[in-house]
């Protein structure tokens, strides 16, 4: 008997959805759902396989523990006995900071939500994060010091309305693929787009401008064309009065980010800078498309301010049709970080360090919660080496192949 089940991709973060075709509980294929409104029936070719996965040979169907340093299949109580009776045991030697817990952003909302209660409530630790940290964490941080909210600002289907799309640092053709049918649409609507990425992408063959600037320059680019925005009187001056604080602060940090002045940091030529800014700030409906080009790096936060910064000057933001879209690479990466699977915050980003938030969930959770941060991912394996974090409970993730720095990785997991 078939039967079809209604689900999200598990792929990147656009969120496409499909149905699970199954019959006799085993999933046999996939159809787009026609009615979903960010993949309206279409797929990209990760989308039609999503499913293989699940009959794959290799797939782990029950709990292994490692006894002499081989792999053994146990059942579910003796398994989840062994790691409840270990969790406590280090926790009790070594205190609650001795534990770590990576959650995942391939896991569901409700999921993550119950990791990182599990690592507060039960393990007495603000030890909890996820692979946002080398990837979406400067949105997060950026778009919400500059926002309010470290989210996308607008809707994928205001994409195709566009009049300028300015991509950088990403890919989405190929990397969001459905993201990249709107923007072609947009393009076939005569949206004028702008390319800014040192590797040329398949967009920036239909792209009005190409910028190809030198990998880490990112802000000089940007600030050299906030400079050129407001030198040239094409701010939107009622927007920066109304609705921004610290425009002086902002003119005082890009002064010095001529066009001219950028350009040997940039290599790109200052007349391309300029008639970039120029076309972005004269557009009436215009918006910012940002990937993992932008935020990882080590300046990954800084970044994403600049690309909030020049939206804010030319009041490409808070409207309809103008805004700044960051594109997730995991599928949940942005629900992991609102649930709060963070070392530093609750869900809905209240900090730990707000007694009164702390007070709302020790009341809701009958608990006595951590009011010191915990460590993030990157830290939790450089205590592990220096032996201060004895345990990590890791869900949905593969820090190995995941994380920088495979040989500091693999020696932190050894050293546990």
């Not at 790691?83 to 030697?93: E, F, G, H, W």
């Not at 805004?323 to 915050?345: E, K, T």
Request: aromatic letters at 8%.
């Amino acid at each position: 008997m078939m039967k079809r089940v209604l689900t999200t991709c598990p792929y990147c973060g656009v969120g496409c959805g499909f149905y699970l075709d199954v019959r006799d509980d085993r999933i046999v294929g996939v159809i787009p759902s026609r009615s979903n409104p960010v993949s309206k029936g279409y797929l990209c070719v990760k989308g039609w396989h999503a499913h293989e996965p699940v009959q794959h040979p290799d797939r782990l169907k029950n709990p292994l523990i490692k006894e002499n340093g081989k792999f053994k299949t146990a059942s579910w109580d003796c398994a989840l006995d062994y790691v409840a009776s270990r969790l406590k045991q280090i926790k009790d030697k070594y205190g609650p900071e001795s534990l770590a817990v990576c959650a995942s952003a391939r896991c569901t909302n409700e999921e993550n939500f119950l990791m990182m209660k599990f690592a507060r409530a039960v393990l007495g630790t603000n030890n909890v994060d996820h692979c946002a940290r080398t990837c979406h964490a400067p949105t997060v941080s950026g778009l919400n010091q500059s926002f309010g909210s470290g989210a996308s600002t607008n809707s994928y289907d205001e994409i195709p309305h566009m009049d300028c799309i300015l991509i950088i640092g990403s890919n989405p053709t190929e990397a969001h693929p459905i993201v990249g049918w709107r923007v072609r649409a947009a393009l076939d609507n005569g949206a004028k787009v702008i390319v800014c990425d040192p590797r040329k992408i398949l967009l920036a063959e239909s792209a009005r401008l190409y910028i190809q600037h030198y990998p880490g320059s990112d802000i000089a680019l940007v600030n050299s064309m906030i400079n050129y925005i407001v030198a040239n009187n094409l701010q939107d001056k009622e927007f920066i009065a109304s609705r921004t604080e610290n425009f002086d602060a902002l003119m005082e940090t890009v002064k010095d980010y001529t066009p001219e002045s950028v350009s040997d940091v940039t290599g790109v030529s200052p007349d391309l800078i300029k008639e970039a800014a120029k076309l972005y700030a004269t557009s009436k409906k215009a918006c910012i498309m940002y990937s993992l080009g932008i935020t990882e790096h080590t300046v990954g936060t800084d970044n994403v301010i600049s690309m909030a910064n020049l939206a804010m000057v030319a009041g490409h933001v808070g409207k309809e049709f103008s805004g700044v879209y960051p594109m997730r690479g995991q599928n949940n990466v942005q629900g992991a970080c609102d649930m709060g699977s963070l070392p530093n915050v609750y869900s809905g980003y209240q900090p730990v360090t707000d007694e009164e938030a702390r007070k709302r969930f020790e009341a809701a959770w009958k608990v006595t919660l951590p009011a010191k941060p915990g460590f993030t991912l990157t830290e939790m394996m450089e205590k592990a080496i220096e032996g201060a974090i004895k345990c990590f409970y890791i869900i949905g993730e593969d820090q190995v192949r995941t994380d920088p720095n495979t040989h500091m990785i693999e020696k932190a997991l050894t050293a546990l």
